[in-house]
């Protein structure tokens, strides 16, 4: 399943509800939901910013679609920095409130949406919520979020993956500079990927070069994961920082210096292990680098979109594009 459109929603006032409420409609009319469904996109949108204003004391949302040939998903990652939910049982019933509200926002999204999942704690709240019919399962469970330079329309990051009964191929790309010419650039290394997916790391690293060329240029990264080998292999031109995360500790997989489209050094593969256990975790440098994980008690054992969204929250840098993408066994 493919996320084919995506909105960020910075949520500040009163006045970003109704813009939550906007774009949540719009990614439902992409996804051709009917009226109903789109209904009920636009209800947990406005919910969830709602809450995330009046008890996180503002955040943002991303909302985006997701799309194969038989399956429409409309995602909302809910994010806040307050003080986190003290019972999620009870934030559940309605009637329940900390906030003079009438207490119905949390128990109606749950009867809403087909998924819904929330992380809290004292860095804050995410709240997943999904309408739409889920994928079959897989192996392995992603998910990834790609957000503009604040005030910008167009985003310079993009990721996207090819998944199949014995691998999975994840693609993530950062067009230089920001804006349409970086958002073009990196658009262009989505297109060329999807073109030679069932490829080698390495082998996409060197298509993309060449399709590259006629734009400003982008870095990327490549990973392959075969879960019945317990491998993953790497390959990555430019600082597009890579891990994987294990019980065990965490590894960096390296790239090499350099800009696809423009000069690159010699375009390497690298070999590690893969467990059940095991966590890849890819972001450009939109987002810093100094995170754990093991700060937040329970976040590994959590659904990958939350675990990016808990990363963009608290790790962006704000002068630029950011993207993360988080791949662990379903």
Known sequence: MEVTSTEWVPVTDESSVGEARRKSQLIAQRLGFDEVRSGEVALLATESSRNV??????????????????????RILAMDRGTGIANVTHAMTDGYS???????????????????????GRHGTV??????????????????????YPGER???????FHDSP???VVLLADGLG?????????QEAVASFRKRQDLAPGQILSCLHDALKKTRGAVAAVAEIRPGEGTVTFAGIGNISASVLSPEGSRSLVSHNGTLG????????????????????????GLQSRWDLSSYAGLSCRHPAIIGAVLLR???RQRDDASVVVVKAA
Do not use: N
């Not at 109606?108 to 809290?120: C, K, N, P």
């Not at 167009?154 to 996207?160: E, R, V």
């Open 53 to 74: 204003l009046l008890h996180g004391g503002g955040g943002q949302l991303v909302i985006s679609a997701m799309a194969s040939e038989d399956h429409r998903v409309a």
């Open 127 to 148: 709240v997943l919520l999904e309408v739409g019919e889920p994928e079959k399962p897989s192996p392995l469970h992603i998910a990834g979020l790609a957000v503009p």
């Open 166 to 168: 014995e691998r999975m």
């Open 178 to 186: 920001h804006g349409r010419d970086a958002a073009e650039a990196a």
């Open 314 to 316: 608290d790790f962006r």
């Open 154 to 160: 167009f985003c310079g990051d993009a990721w996207t």
């Open 262 to 285: 423009m000069v690159t050094s010699r375009i390497q593969e690298f070999k590690s292990s893969w467990s059940r256990d095991s966590i890849l975790v890819l972001h450009s440098d």
């Open 98 to 120: 900390t906030s003079g509200t009438m207490g119905v926002g949390m128990g109606t999204m749950q009867r809403i949406a087909s998924a819904l999942e929330v992380f809290t």
